[in-house]
């Protein structure tokens, strides 16, 4: 868990997604911790902020 959300956030740091980055962080640093109580809904939090990024891209043709 933590190496996965390593890398989800350095990924989003190009994008300034400042929240996705900081529950991404958070999520490493509980899996490096091995501390899992409430990261269902850490990750609940950063799939919902996932979307909404991912909408926005969408709607300003950023991708192109």
Do not use: P
């Amino acid at each position: 868990m933590a190496q996965v959300a390593h890398s989800l956030k350095g990924a989003v740091g190009y994008f300034g997604a400042q929240t996705v980055h900081t529950l991404a962080h958070r999520l490493e640093t509980m899996g490096h911790q091995a501390e899992l109580e409430g990261a269902s809904s850490v990750l609940q939090r950063l799939e919902q902020e996932l979307e909404r990024l991912s909408a926005f891209a969408a709607e300003t043709n950023w991708a192109e």
